[in-house]
């Protein structure tokens, strides 16, 4: 070997020695630093972008808490065990085979994904759900969940989260789910194979999800009994149902309103729905880009809705839609739903028989763009006559407002207090926070209604305590319900209580 | 050498016995039902179908761990015997013929394995019979309405919606279901209570009769 191949070797050995190094110096330090801003501070700095281009994130100078990082083989329950307000959980790329349930407030849990190894939590179709936070300022990035039988992530009345960047497909109920939560960004997420909603905002205030991909769902984003939520740049397409808006009967929260759904592709979603019979979701008709439903003050603008085969946008009653039945407390017509510029081409070339009725009786054969069922008020729409639509008798042609870019984000300038709590009131928090995701009262959404769960269990508050602890399956055709052991015997015992003493005026007699 | 051949006999003996045991634990079969069903042909009809001038539903089909609980609670007399409850009287005194559990269970089977008969439709199915079925029985009939063992709730697909209606006023009245310890006829009655109206249940049972049984 003479002297100059001899220095070559070397500058090579070095150069490879540097970049090794280096590499390995940014595979370890990279995700740290990410780990390190707080929720809160991710929250502040989703608001100041305007929330779409919240990933260019700011530093507050926050403190941050310290990392603790799990790796293939460790259990990830055990670090969030650990962890203190403001600890990062640091999940290395392997496969994970458990729950993981964060009751405290301010952790991150955030995965590290090397290349295409990401930190993955397998259900094996085995286990009920991936992550569930009852705690506020949790974060939840960067990880693939595949395989539950019940949710992915779900929230449980935890204030100014963050959920962002995972990798979710088959999950047995919903895909990300904040139930009865205030303050929160859901982005750059990709969800398949949901059998109800991949993304559900349950009774929440101040939520912001843009930027996500739902394909494969029964319903790709929905909206439900929340308020002040916007839905933006988001890819949905080959769901049942694209986006959907919704006041759902018999929930403890009885409104919506305030939901902009604006700037998303909303794009054949024409997805046999394969929701549970009977269910509400079941009821979505496939082929439809977006649906409101007794929601009001929704703002629908400047999104692509095209190639939805039963038609681009509904907007029911409580009346008109499948498997509702009417809550008494709750408001059942769409009020001032306002259709803005949207793009629309190709919806409602074949339509379900009722929308083929109202065709037949408009002497159309052309399928909607925008079709009306059932009443409400004040509703608009802004350019009527270069839409195809059906049923708008009632609705202006043009609107007050004719922008929405006034609101950037519903996201708030601080973050949301925390629930104050009276001991007597916990069995009412975590029935809307947990029971009311699948229970509602007098209808079916993912398990029996309330109602039913009483007739059952009257005067046995015990029997559901019990139960809930490790349930056993007892109906074919829904989904298992998810054990709730995590919670103490006297939670159980409160939320059981609470849940036998839920009540809800009858709706009044129709005339025989 | 006896002794062996003692003990050998005494196996084939206890083998025998333990045969025939199995034998008579063994679920009914519904060829052991077909002659006691001769019974239930004057009101329920030869296939199971029911008569509608009798009162008596289509029960071709109907499972047979419900058939068995119902005979067993009309024969006890948790079924069938509120005063004018002149149907229930009828099977009553029908059932005091079918005599023994073993009997009842044949019967069951037999029924059970009848090819299912759907009663005639009772006028088009509804929305409003859909939501509310969907919203509320099914959490026990099960969307499809053919019931649910585990939950103890028959299937009411194809049922004869004379029979449906009769039956839902009377756990509504608590001719059916009220008496103390029945506890899934406490869990029919309070259910039967969240209909809201009459026209709601009339609604409700066309759908159930016009499901698939």
């Known amino acids: 070997m003479n002297k100059k191949a001899i220095v070559s070797l070397v500058v090579v050995a070095v150069l490879a020695a540097a970049a090794g190094y280096l590499y390995a110096r940014r595979s370890v330090v990279a995700a740290p630093q990410v780990a390190a801003q707080s929720t809160s501070a991710g929250l502040a700095a989703a608001r100041g972008a305007g929330a779409g281009g919240s990933t260019a994130s700011l530093e507050t100078g926050r403190p941050a808490g310290k990392i603790i990082t799990v790796k293939a083989g460790e259990a990830i329950q055990s670090a969030v065990a650990a962890a203190q307000p403001g600890d990062t959980v640091q999940v290395l790329p392997g496969t994970y085979h458990e729950t993981v349930y964060i009751d405290k407030d301010d952790i991150a849990l955030v995965g590290v994904i090397h290349g295409a190894d990401w930190p993955t939590l397998d259900g094996e179709r085995k286990r009920n759900d991936a992550v569930l936070y009852s705690g506020n300022g949790i974060r939840v990035e960067n990880l693939k969940i595949v395989n539950f039988k019940g949710n992915a992530i779900m929230g449980q009345a935890g204030n100014n989260f963050i959920i962002r960047h995972n990798w979710i497909a088959n999950a047995g109920v919903y895909g990300i789910f904040p139930e009865f939560a205030q303050n929160g960004l859901i982005e750059h997420n990709i969800l398949t194979g949901i059998e109800d909603a991949a993304i559900y905002v349950g009774m929440s205030d101040n939520i912001h999800v843009a930027h996500n991909e739902v394909y494969g769902n029964v319903a790709g984003i929905e909206v439900e009994n929340s308020r002040h939520v916007i839905v933006e740049h988001n890819l949905a397409y080959d769901n049942a149902g694209g986006i959907l808006t919704f006041i759902t009967p018999g929930l403890p929260i009885k409104t919506t309103f305030d939901v902009i759904i604006r700037d998303n592709f909303v794009v054949a979603n024409n997805h046999k729905n394969f929701g549970a019979p009977g269910s509400i979701v079941s009821g979505v008709p496939s082929g439809t880009g977006v649906i409101v439903m007794a929601a009001d003050d929704v703002i629908i603008e400047n999104n692509v809705i095209r190639d939805n085969k039963n038609a681009g946008i509904i907007v029911a009653d409580h009346k008109s839609f499948a498997n509702i039945t009417p809550d008494p407390e709750a408001d059942p017509n769409p009020d001032r739903v306002s259709v803005l510029w949207n793009l629309f081409a190709n919806n409602g070339y074949e339509p379900i028989t009722e929308i083929k009725a109202l065709m037949v009786a408009a002497l159309t054969r052309e399928g909607p763009d925008l079709v009306a069922v059932g009443g409400g008020t004040g509703n608009c729409v802004l350019d009527k006559g270069a839409l195809k639509t059906l049923g708008l008798g009632s609705w202006a042609s043009g609107c007050a407002k004719t922008s929405t870019a006034d609101i950037a984000t519903y996201l708030l300038d601080k973050p949301a207090p925390p629930r104050v709590l009276k001991a007597e009131d916990r069995g009412k928090l975590i029935y809307s926070s947990v029971c009311a995701g699948c229970h509602a009262y007098n209808v079916r959404m993912i398990g029996p209604p309330t109602q039913v769960i009483q007739a059952m269990y009257a005067g046995n508050p015990q029997g559901i305590a019990d139960y809930i602890a490790n349930p056993t399956k007892k109906r074919e055709d829904f989904p298992p319900m998810p054990p709730q052991g995590h919670l103490s015997a006297d939670l159980r015992l409160a939320v059981a209580t609470y849940m036998l003493g839920v009540s809800q005026p009858k709706p009044p007699a129709a005339a025989n | ?213």
């Open chain 2, 1 to 213: 050498m006896r002794r062996s051949r003692l003990a050998r006999y005494r196996l084939v003996l206890a083998i025998g016995m333990v045969a025939c045991a199995g034998l008579f634990a063994s679920a009914a079969s519904p060829a052991d039902g077909k002659s006691q069903y001769a019974a239930c042909i004057p009101c329920h009809g030869a296939r199971g179908e029911g008569v509608a001038a009798t009162g008596a539903p289509n029960i071709a089909g109907s499972a047979a761990w419900y058939v068995d609980r119902q005979l067993k609670d009309f024969a006890s007399g948790a079924r069938g015997r509120e005063p004018g409850d002149r149907f229930g009287a009828t099977m009553a005194a029908a059932v005091a013929a079918v005599g023994s559990d073993k009997d009842r269970a044949a019967v069951a089977a037999y029924v059970a394995a009848l090819p299912p008969v759907p009663a005639p439709a009772a006028g088009a199915p509804t929305d409003n019979g859909r939501n509310y079925f969907n919203a509320i029985c099914s959490a026990c009939h099960a969307a499809s309405g053919r019931g649910n063992e585990t939950l103890g709730a028959p299937r009411l697909a194809g049922v004869a919606p004379a029979y449906l209606a009769r039956q839902l006023a009377a756990f509504e009245s608590g001719r059916r279901g009220a008496q103390i310890g029945d506890r899934l006829g406490a869990q029919m009655r309070a259910v039967a209570a969240m209909l809201p109206d009459a026209r709601t249940e009339q609604d409700v049972i066309a759908y159930a009769a016009s499901l698939k049984p």
